[in-house]
């Protein structure tokens, strides 16, 4: 910890807790989450979650264009594909992200980030949205295998003090960690 730590200090980051700027504070941020949290647990006594929003996307769609099969679907017989809160709570995350970057002054309204451009090109729009897409199918795809999301096991599965929700929480971290070592080089 302390390498990573000094390597950023010498990538100019004289205090890593200190956040300059107009930026969120992701301390603040986190305690947010926390009530937000606790709010569900206590309002709908269910957890905080977003990867049931994907199947239930999934379901309406399907409802649309093949309804026959689509109710033909065990999971769709218990679960009717309807907008659920877990819907408006991703719909939430996306106005709310919007809203954060705006007011913390880090809305750019660039499709490529300049990490991006260097890598794969200006006129690598089509590569982009498509490694966006690819990604998130993947990831959506991985939070219904393992029963729940960053947001179901890392926060409301921890609360919960759930052994598996702790267990993919630290793969989160480890991940992360060597996915930022890889890109940044530290």
Same mark, same amino acid.
């Given at each position: 910890?302390n390498?990573?730590?000094?390597?950023?200090?010498?990538l100019?980051?004289?205090?890593?807790?200190?956040?300059?700027?107009?930026?969120?504070?992701?301390?603040?941020? +986190?305690? /947010?989450?926390?009530?937000?949290?606790?709010?569900? %647990?206590?309002?709908?006594?269910?957890? =905080?979650?977003? @990867?049931? !929003?994907?199947?239930?996307?999934?379901?309406?769609?399907?409802d649309?264009?093949?309804?026959?099969?689509?109710?033909?679907?065990?999971?769709?017989?218990?679960?009717?594909?309807?907008?659920?809160?877990?819907?408006?709570?991703?719909?939430?995350?996306?106005?709310?992200?919007?809203?954060?970057?705006?007011?913390?002054?880090?809305?750019? +309204?660039q /499709?490529?980030?300049?990490?991006?451009?260097?890598? %794969?090109?200006?006129?690598?729009?089509? =590569?982009?949205? @498509?490694? !966006?897409?690819?990604g998130g199918?993947?990831?959506?795809?991985?939070?219904?295998?393992?029963?729940?999301?960053?947001?179901?096991?890392?926060?409301?599965?921890?609360?919960?003090?759930?052994?598996?929700?702790?267990?993919?929480?630290?793969?989160?971290?480890?991940?992360?960690?060597?996915?930022?070592?890889?890109?940044?080089?530290?």
């Amino acid at each position: 910890m302390n390498m990573i730590l000094s390597r950023l200090s010498v990538l100019g980051e004289a205090d890593p807790l200190q956040y300059p700027g107009p930026a969120w504070s992701p301390y603040v941020v +986190g305690a /947010l989450i926390g009530v937000l949290s606790m709010f569900t %647990f206590y309002i709908s006594n269910k957890p =905080l979650g977003a @990867s049931t !929003a994907y199947a239930r996307i999934s379901g309406m769609l399907g409802d649309l264009f093949t309804p026959k099969h689509t109710r033909s679907l065990k999971y769709f017989q218990d679960n009717p594909p309807r907008p659920g809160w877990e819907l408006m709570l991703v719909f939430g995350v996306i106005i709310g992200s919007f809203f954060a970057a705006w007011s913390g002054g880090e809305f750019t +309204g660039q /499709l490529l980030p300049a990490m991006w451009v260097e890598r %794969f090109g200006a006129d690598s729009n089509l =590569l982009r949205i @498509s490694v !966006a897409l690819a990604g998130g199918m993947l990831m959506a795809f991985g939070a219904r295998m393992a029963g729940g999301c960053t947001s179901g096991h890392g926060i409301s599965g921890t609360l919960q003090l759930g052994i598996g929700s702790w267990i993919a929480a630290i793969c989160f971290f480890v991940g992360g960690i060597i996915t930022a070592m890889l890109m940044f080089g530290l």
